[in-house]
């Protein structure tokens, strides 16, 4: 298991849908998750430790529209032609 899984969760209020971020959020509802110096969106944390994959090369999004919502099952990858920031969501 990862070693920031624990206290990602510990910020996440797991529900039989959505897992609604309950931590630091953008004015626009997107959670936010700090670690080790970064301000990481906490979607694509979530989808990261799901996956194992890094997110530096996809842009994730919430298939529920629910822009707090860090399920793993909710979070869906989109391929980027460029090397994005990895603030950019
Ligand atoms: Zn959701």
Redesign the pocket.
Known sequence: MHPIYERFMGQVEVTN????WTGTKNPDGTGRFHSLGHRLFAHRVSYMLETGRSTTDIRVT?????KA???P???VAHQLDKEPSLYDG
């Open positions: 849908s959505c897992w609604n919430q298939t529920c529209g629910n919502c860090v399920n099952a909710h979070l």
